[in-house]
Antibody, heavy 118, light 106 residues
Framework: QVQLVQSGAEVKKPGASVKVSCKASGYTFTNNFMHWVRQAPGQGLEWMGILNPSGGTPTYAQKFEGRVTMNSDTSKSTVYMEVSSLRSEDTAVYYC???????????WGQGTKVTVSA | DIQMTQSPSSLSASVGDRVTITCRASQSISRYLNWYQQKPGKAPNLLIYAASSLQSGVPSRFSGSGSGTDFILTISSLQPEDFATYYCQQTDSPTFTFGQGTELEI
């Protein structure tokens, strides 16, 4: 079945970087774009950006431009999302989600909890 | 960025009730509007895409309507498993924003 499996929880200090991975299976990896979404504790969903696993320039939400990098490794059917210059407000669960054929997020990873604390 | 505003922010209802949740876009987004359900500690689940198309496997008591700037999610007869938080999302602009969410409580 179609599945997205994300890397495990991370604890980072302010100013550090974190890289989260998302491995896809059960479908042709390069056929569908991938999104990243985050959710701070007790808060709503925040769309971060989208990338084409085949290549090209990702599109980022304005808030994350310059601090977030998304890329992919087609040989591993895996996408990556890196956040640099972490601050406490980046503490959140980060999700990858597959784009359907209808511009909707139809399959989600299990989420990766990132905690930023001194 | 296009802003998405949901109302109400929270809603109390009972099993069997008909419930509607509204989502308003800050500019026209045609029918590029999706609805998701999220339960505590879980990833969101796609319910409706393109404003009114039911995602495969989603019960038919869920329906969506609207176009332009105003959209509605309707649950025709609430079931116990429907108590959750609901989000709309626009996918018209290159950046896809979510509404702030509507918490549906018993």
């Amino acid at each position: 079945q179609v599945q997205l499996v994300q890397s495990g929880a991370e604890v980072k200090k302010p100013g550090a970087s974190v890289k989260v991975s998302c491995k896809a299976s059960g479908y042709t990896f390069t056929n569908n774009f991938m999104h990243w979404v985050r959710q701070a504790p007790g808060q709503g969903l925040e769309w971060m950006g989208i990338l084409n696993p085949s290549g090209g320039t990702p599109t980022y939400a304005q808030k994350f431009e310059g601090r977030v990098t998304m890329n992919s490794d087609t040989s591993k059917s895996t996408v990556y999302m890196e956040v640099s210059s972490l601050r406490s407000e980046d503490t959140a669960v980060y999700y990858c989600a597959k784009d359907s054929d209808h511009n909707a997020l139809d399959i989600w990873g299990q989420g990766t909890k990132v905690t930023v604390s001194a | 960025d296009i802003q998405m505003t949901q109302s109400p922010s929270s809603l109390s209802a009972s099993v069997g009730d008909r419930v509607t949740i509204t989502c308003r876009a800050s500019q026209s987004i045609s029918r590029y509007l999706n609805w998701y359900q999220q339960k505590p500690g879980k990833a969101p689940n796609l319910l409706i895409y393109a404003a009114s198309s039911l995602q495969s496997g989603v019960p038919s008591r869920f329906s969506g309507s609207g176009s332009g700037t105003d959209f509605i999610l309707t649950i025709s007869s609430l079931q116990p498993e429907d108590f959750a938080t609901y989000y709309c999302q626009q996918t018209d602009s290159p950046t896809f924003t979510f509404g702030q969410g509507t918490e549906l409580e018993i």
